[in-house]
């Protein structure tokens, strides 16, 4: 007597990679909390916000 033909699941895994990407603040949201840190308007800012969002930062810092 033979053995009954019993099938062989092969469960394939993907070499998956969970990466969670850490978001930094846009400009314009770095920009935002600067204003209301400061007092003053967004138009009072406009040169601030041609500058890189490091330097941004770096002013939000120094004002908290």
Do not use: H
């Not at 909390?33 to 330097?55: C, F, P, Q, V």
Request: hydrophobic residues 40%; glycine residues 4%.
């Amino acid at each position: 007597m033979t053995k009954p033909f019993s099938p062989i699941i092969i469960i394939s895994m993907k070499n998956e990679k969970t990466v969670e990407k850490v978001k930094r603040p846009n400009k314009k949201v770095l920009l935002k909390e600067i204003a209301d840190m400061s007092g003053k308007s967004l138009r009072e800012l406009d040169s601030l916000g041609r500058s890189n969002i490091a330097t941004i930062a770096w002013v939000k810092e120094l004002l908290s």
